[in-house]
């Protein structure tokens, strides 16, 4: 008697399937802690760019004894250094490029806090209203001549020749609206003068 031939036995259409969705959720775990990384990362490398350039441009004024402003504009999503000419007229920082208008990108965004902040000394320079944001600029005054240029709006902080910075604290923000990733958070501080304080990753502000 000769025995049976060996079959072989194949996989089922079911375990095929089933092989194929074991495979997708890998891939897509992957994909997803590799991009949330990434953004997480992306937010914390533009926090240390604001964090170094801000401490240069305060070294700059102090060496060259003259005033800084940095202004942001949270609805471009970008900062920029400016020079207070000797008009009293606020000029782009242009000697350098790292000073030149930088803007985050689409997925981050910032918000800036001046006031009631909790480092903030009742005898402050800067709590006297000695500077004013409208200083050189009048958002009525009519144009003359095409050639003019239109004046900047003033920067919200001041880096003094001093060495001194108008305290302010600066956030960081990647809040995902169609993810299901956790959102991130990082904190810049100005407290007098700098180095800057950096705080993060956060959970929240």
Known sequence: ?????????????????????LMG?????????????SYAEDLEKQTKRFQVVVD????????????????????????LFMLLGED????????????????????????????????????????????????SFDEDRPDIGEEEEKRLPPPQILLLSSGEITPFSLSFIYEPEFSTEDPVYFRVNAIDTPPLERLGPLDSL
Do not use: C
């Open 56 to 79: 240069m441009a305060s070294d700059f004024a102090v060496l060259n004894q003259q005033e800084l402003g940095l202004r942001v504009d949270e609805k471009k999503n970008l900062y």
């Open 25 to 37: 959720l890998a891939v897509s775990y992957v994909v997803y802690n590799a991009v949330g990384s």
């Open 88 to 135: 009293d007229k606020w000029l782009p920082l242009e000697e350098d490029k790292l000073f030149a208008s930088h803007q985050l990108p689409d997925q981050f965004k910032v918000e800036l806090e001046l006031e009631d902040l909790p480092w903030i000394e009742e005898d402050s320079l800067f709590d006297q209203g000695i500077f004013d944001e409208q200083l």
């Open 1 to 21: 008697m000769q025995p049976l031939p060996f079959r072989q036995r194949g996989f089922t259409l079911l375990e095929v399937m089933l092989v194929l969705v």
